[in-house]
């Protein structure tokens, strides 16, 4: 699909959806909806999806972040589940490379713990052969002295030695997001910030949804011949939409996560550690900061709005300290937290750790399909399941026939590394021209890690504003103020002008299969194809070449921004500072440093009022209150 992934394309989008039938009609946009997209609309079924809060506002953002075959899941003898989510780690792992990284893990074994020391080299041997891990990754078991070498600063006091295996690492509401670009580049309509307000009927059989555009107010009919709620939490929420909710129902359960700097917990690789109470949490380091987490507590309350209690809090600092005595963290360490909950099903008389994981399909009496339960790392094969049965439905209502589920073979958006023999090639690529063109160091690397192949796209925008602050490329500066498009122009989603930036889509624009390539002393502008692949970058040589640090930090904070919106949906501030960047989780002080800047980038891209720009400034406020504050009791 030739159009961007840009805000200023969702009232089309809204348009294009009311206008025509749609096979599939997804409500939900975290990574099981996204999943669900991606599948459909790669098979060839006009696939819609819309959103009512940002794409993985909700579990989706506040996982553990991380794509692992469940190693306590073996221990309820859930054979099947082990091996099935082994294989989709190691295939998202190979498709996804920048956002699914392996890390290793160490799980200490003490005396009187969940698992002995033969116990957990069995059951990690096990774990190994139903996951199919890599012969480099499979486990090794150390003993105390070769344990306390790895991780010094465990508690010593009853150690017998350590299990030490992989598991992989994710960003997921970046994740998600790639996913949805996928499934955009197939031709699927997706939209955020788009509710689902009521359900349409034909003869008793639900046809489509009445959506509210959230950041304009207008209303839009969707029509399609199959519905599939994948709302995560609020599938229940949209069942009783639907009617009564009946049969099976869903059981939430809070999950909560610590972040602290490094320096006050240092840990050398991921830790999965024993609870006083019987539980397992891990310590995972990322980027200077290590996180803990996490709770397994039930939940009866609003899921949009779950919070961090003073409990939740001290529960974890307590288990880290018991597990790293030396470190005596207090409250005053904790630089942020995030609070989620899980759609499980609901099965009587177990505890939250007890429940299972596994995902199950409903189909109303009015043909409404929900989906749910699940755990991230199956979300690629709940899609199949779910669009199997879309795809069989509906050749039995027309006749038209689909294939089977080909996910399993794409790369997906920054995943892919054209004509470089790795990934890693690749990403040494990116960061040699990045260099070249004046790229803060520190930007560069976050933005290589982070956007994969897209990272690209940056460097383009980067050259672009570069060569026309120096005015030298011919490249027009935008009303937008200063931020560069993607050579668009326009009107955005709350109905102002957007303008046009400095195009990152010039004539040095090339397709995505060649290398990228520097060119010293062009005076054209940088290029970035739109589909998620790689372009050629050109450095030029005029003034903005010897820009001071200040100017190109600042350059590199808008083509981020630009790249964000045009490329990735981004409608607030919030979207950019919390799910596309993580910076309030794990960089909050460089976040509160960059709020009242990308406001009033936005705020000139989008036209906000007064209204408006107090209005956003409330939201990011809301989210850094957050991340920050533990209250004693919340009422559920």
């Known amino acids: ?200 009927y034909r003869d008793g059989v639900v046809c489509g949804a009445r959506i509210a555009d959230m950041r304009s107010g207008r209303h839009y009919d969707v029509y399609a011949r199959k519905i599939v709620n994948a709302a995560g939490p609020w599938v229940d929420h949209v069942r009783r939409l639907d009617g009564e909710v009946t049969g099976k129902r869903l059981l939430l359960t809070k999950g909560v996560h610590l972040v602290v700097d490094s320096k006050r917990l240092p840990v050398q690789q991921a830790v999965y550690i024993d609870v006083p109470d019987g539980r397992m949490i891990f310590i995972i380091p990322r980027d200077g900061k290590t996180y803990i987490g996490t709770t397994d507590t039930f939940y009866h309350g609003d899921p949009g709005s779950v919070v961090t209690t003073r409990a939740d809090r001290d529960y ?52 409404l399909i929900t989906i749910a339960g699940g755990k991230l790392t199956g979300f690629r094969k709940m899609a199949e399941k779910v669009v199997d049965l879309v795809a069989d439905e509906i050749k039995r209502g027309t006749g038209r026939k689909f294939g089977r589920c080909t996910t399993g073979d794409e790369m997906l958006s920054g995943g892919d590394y054209g004509g470089y023999p790795s990934f890693d090639e690749l990403q040494k690529e990116l960061l040699s021209q990045g260099l070249k063109l004046g790229v803060p160091q520190e930007d560069l690397k976050i933005w290589v890690a982070r956007y994969g192949s897209n990272a690209a796209h940056l460097l383009a925008r980067y050259a672009a504003l570069r060569e026309t602050e120096s005015g030298n490329s011919g490249v027009a500066a935008g009303a937008a103020g200063g931020v560069a498009s993607a050579g668009q122009t326009g009107t955005g989603s709350n109905g102002a002008s957007a303008g046009a930036g400095a195009s990152a889509k010039g004539p040095a624009a090339k397709a995505v299969a060649g290398r990228i390539t520097v060119s010293v002393g062009s005076t054209g502008a940088a290029g970035a194809s739109a589909s998620g692949q790689a372009a050629t970058v050109h450095a030029g040589t005029g003034a903005g070449a010897g820009a001071s640090a200040a100017a190109n930090w600042d350059r590199a904070l808008r083509a981020e921004l630009d790249y964000a919106i045009e490329e990735e949906m981004t409608c607030s501030a919030v979207d950019f500072l919390l799910r596309r960047t993580s910076m309030i989780l794990f960089d909050r002080k460089r976040a509160e440093t960059l709020v009242q800047p990308v406001l009033h980038l936005m705020g000139q891209r989008f036209g906000w009022n007064d209204a408006q720009c107090k209005a956003e400034l409330a939201r990011v406020q809301a989210e850094l209150k957050a991340v920050t504050e533990f209250p004693e009791f919340v009422q559920e």
């Open 316 to 367: 974890l600092l307590h288990a880290a300290n018991a597990a790293f005595p030396e470190a005596k963290l207090k409250a005053a360490d904790v630089e942020s937290c995030w609070a989620g909950v899980r759609p499980l099903i609901h099965e009587d008389g177990k505890s939250p750790s007890e429940i299972s994981r596994k995902d199950e399909m409903f189909i109303s009496e009015k043909g």
């Open 1 to 200: 699909m030739g159009e961007s992934f840009s805000v200023e394309h969702r009232a089309a989008r809204l348009e294009r959806m009311s206008s025509e039938l749609l096979d599939v009609l997804i409500i939900g946009g975290g990574i099981t909806g996204a999943g669900i997209a991606w599948d459909a609309s790669r098979r060839g079924l006009r696939t819609g999806l819309v959103e009512m809060g940002d794409f993985a506002q909700g579990t989706s953002s506040r996982s553990t972040k991380l794509v692992h075959g469940g190693l306590r899941y073996l221990k309820q003898g859930e054979v099947k589940l082990v091996a099935e989510v082994g294989r989709e780690r190691a295939l998202l792992h190979k498709h996804a490379p920048h956002v699914v990284t392996p890390t290793p893990m160490l799980m200490p074994v003490y005396k009187g713990g969940t698992y002995g020391y033969l116990a957990s080299s069995i059951g990690l041997y096990i774990y190994d052969r139903l996951a199919g891990v890599k012969r480099a990754e499979r486990r090794k078991m150390y003993r105390r002295e070769q344990t306390e070498a790895l991780e010094p600063l465990l508690k010593r006091e009853g150690l017998r030695g350590s299990g030490y295996y992989y598991e992989y690492r994710t960003d997921d509401a970046r994740l998600t997001l790639e996913v949805m670009k996928t499934a955009h580049r197939h031709g699927a309509e997706i939209v955020n910030y788009a509710k689902v307000e009521e359900m349409l």
